[in-house]
């Protein structure tokens, strides 16, 4: 299995921000993987979500709360996730909505609310974080269970939440649009994300993403991006997946394969 360092990703260079910006559309996963009038584009992100949602659930749970380092650590990687969090709802209401309620009046009622509720969640969710911070050590404990239930209830919301947005406002996007139609929606949301949030997004894109998926969205990056920004996203890729998903993936872009660990 992969193991996730929880160290926030730095990119390598400014150069590197400024391409992943301007070719953030290529990093979409290939259309092709789905059927025609199906192009779903909340698919591969709730995905990555999922994992970064998953994963620090379980490193809050499972942080020693005596370890002032490990806790620090914990509650940089859940402020990563809200931020992430905070980005895609953004972005959804931003492109996603507009196009639903375009095709059928009032279907996005109901998610519009839940958007609402998630903003709560994350504000309270961010009391409880800054409470274990400044909590002392006898009491730290108390305050990472706290916020380790009020987390499962936030991702076990949004897990269903993702669902119905992946059921039934997708119905809504295939009877109205075409693929080129929900493709040129799909760009100008991803277009618009900010370089640190897309590189961010990478760190868990690549391990959650299937193999055709992931090797779909890298040969479009590998074909438009300079090569310095390129690599960086390789690194991503080597950092991120276990040594068969790697491998796999320099195979399927056509790259030598990684050198033998000494």
């Known amino acids: 299995m992969p193991t996730h360092t929880i160290e926030h990703p730095t990119p390598h260079t400014p150069a590197a921000l400024a391409a992943l910006a301007a070719l953030a559309a290529l990093a979409a996963p290939d259309a ?10 909340y698919a591969p992100v709730h995905k990555a979500l999922r994992l970064f949602m998953t994963r620090t659930l379980c490193a809050v749970g499972s942080t020693d709360p005596a370890d002032t380092q490990e806790v620090r650590a914990t509650l940089d990687l859940l402020e ?8 895609h709802l953004h972005h959804e209401n931003e492109f996603v909505h507009p196009a639903l309620e375009r095709a059928r009046g009032g279907s996005t009622a109901r998610i519009a609310v839940e958007h609402e509720h998630h903003v709560e969640a994350f504000a309270d969710l961010r009391d409880l974080a800054a409470l274990v911070a400044d909590s002392a050590e006898t009491a730290r404990a108390a305050a990472l269970a706290r916020l380790y239930r009020a987390l499962a209830l936030f991702v076990a919301d949004n897990f269903h939440h993702m669902h119905i947005e992946e059921t039934a406002n997708n119905a809504v996007l295939w009877a109205a649009y075409s693929d ?5 929606i799909e760009r100008a949301l991803v277009a618009s994300i900010a370089p640190a949030t897309m590189f961010e997004s990478l760190h868990w894109f690549l391990p959650a ?26 690194e991503v890729a080597r950092s991120t997946l276990s ?17 033998a660990a000494a």
């Not at 080129?180 to 040129?184: F, I, P, S």
């Not at 890298?218 to 438009?224: E, I, P, R, S, V």
Request: charged content about 25%; hydrophobic content about 45%; some cysteine.
């Open 243 to 259: 040594p068969r998903d790697h491998a796999r993936l320099l195979r399927d872009l056509g790259l030598p394969a990684a050198p």
């Open 180 to 184: 080129a139609e929900l493709d040129a």
């Open 32 to 41: 092709g993987a789905a059927p025609a009038g199906t192009r779903d584009f």
């Open 80 to 87: 990563r996730l809200l931020a992430l969090c905070e980005a």
């Open 209 to 234: 993403l299937s193999a055709p998926e992931r090797a779909g969205m890298l040969a479009g990056m590998k074909q438009g991006m300079p090569p310095e920004p390129f690599r960086a996203v390789l």
